[in-house]
């Protein structure tokens, strides 16, 4: 079993930042990819970013350009830098790890909220 803990949301006012950080309870270099996801009140829960474990990133087209994600294997902790913030962004932000194995069960954290006012 992995246990993610997301820390690090709050509340912001609109074009402030806020730095989301998602420690691991394992090596997160064992899985395949790790990613952000958010859900707002009343909307599916969606994309933000991932990282895979060798390097590549990938992002929704509602934040690039704004948000940031990174990896640090040695802490097992995962990033999201979110800049420019927009009221738009407030939601639930969760942290999700999917194992080498793409067919097994995958890892998702209790969620933080993040709250942009305008």
């Known amino acids: 079993q992995v246990q993610l803990v997301e820390s690090g949301g709050g509340l912001v006012q609109a074009g402030g930042s806020l730095r989301l950080s998602c420690a691991a309870s394992?090596?997160?270099?064992?899985?395949?990819?790790m990613g952000w996801y958010r859900q707002a009140p009343g909307k599916q829960r969606e994309l933000v970013a991932r990282?895979?474990?060798?390097?590549?990133?990938n992002y929704s087209d509602s934040v690039k350009g704004r948000f940031t994600i990174s990896r640090d294997n040695a802490k097992n902790t995962l990033y999201l830098q979110m800049n420019s913030l927009k009221p738009e962004d407030t939601a639930v932000y969760y942290c999700?790890?999917?194992?080498?194995?793409?067919?097994?069960?995958?890892?998702w954290g209790q969620g933080t909220q993040v709250t942009v006012s305008s």
């Open positions: 999700y790890a999917q194992p080498l194995n793409l067919g097994s069960r995958g890892y």
């Open positions: 394992r090596n997160i270099f064992n899985f395949n990819f």
């Open positions: 990282a895979s474990s060798g390097g590549s990133t």
